[in-house]
């Protein structure tokens, strides 16, 4: 069964701070998204990956994703407020079939 | 072009009773996924569907639950005799047919239960 892991899953940073969210999965899938929740809301989508090495960037956030080491990051630079969230990633279980496997959610608070 | 759309968006049961969640896609997408998020946790996947058809429903439970996507009409997520422990945030997305698996969520149904 596939499993899917977030570390951390509290996060506290200062503006202006960089810092890295690790996905880790526990079997072989060359898909992987991260969305973002804020509190009482819907997932925005943030980023789909879909093959080894991939890597996007979308203003202060990056992520990428190594298949051989089943890991993903979503690195955070220069933190601002805005980016305060609980923070996804999930791995599409079976090819194909869309279904999903979240990980437990990093919640993200950026301090003034 | 309106997003995924759900109602209610908050539902109040008492245990015994019948929730009801529907769910319409994107305009153009013919995939329909639910999810459940208990409070301080990830999404479930319960349930996959296509037009009048049930993919995949290795995440639903077997008793109480139902889900169906009618030729015509939104998506229904049926709980029978509900619990307290079904208190949730039940989530719909969905998906055009072909593309990179991307899904688009909805604002989802918080469902308490008395």
């Known amino acids: 069964e596939l499993k899917v892991e977030q570390n951390p899953l509290f996060l506290s940073m200062q503006e202006g701070k960089n810092y890295t969210i690790y996905c880790n999965y526990s079997t072989t899938s060359d898909r992987l998204y991260w969305y973002r929740q804020d509190p009482g809301k819907s997932l925005e989508s943030l980023f789909v990956l879909l093959s080894n090495g991939a890597v996007k960037q979308e203003g202060r956030l990056m992520a990428s994703l190594d298949t051989k080491a089943r890991l993903s990051t979503l690195h955070i630079t220069a933190a601002v407020h805005d980016l305060s969230a609980t923070y996804f990633c999930a791995v599409d279980a079976s090819s194909g079939t869309y279904k999903y496997i979240f990980g437990t959610g990093t919640r993200l608070k950026v301090l003034a | 072009n309106a997003g995924v759309m759900q109602n209610p968006r908050h539902l109040v049961r008492r245990r015994g009773q019948e929730a009801r969640l529907r769910c319409s896609p994107m305009?153009?997408?013919?995939?329909v996924y639910w999810y459940r998020q208990l409070p301080e946790e990830g999404l479930k996947f319960m349930v996959y569907l296509q037009k009048e058809n049930i993919i995949d429903e290795s995440g639903m439970p077997k008793e109480r639950f139902s889900a169906e996507f009618p030729k015509e009409g939104p998506s229904i997520l049926r709980i029978q005799q509900v619990v307290r422990g079904d208190s949730a945030a039940y989530f719909c997305?969905?998906?055009?047919?072909?593309?990179?698996?991307?899904?688009?969520f909805g604002e989802g149904s918080r469902l308490t239960v008395l």
């Open positions: 305009k153009g997408h013919s995939h």
């Open positions: 997305a969905s998906s055009p047919a072909g593309s990179t698996g991307e899904l688009f």
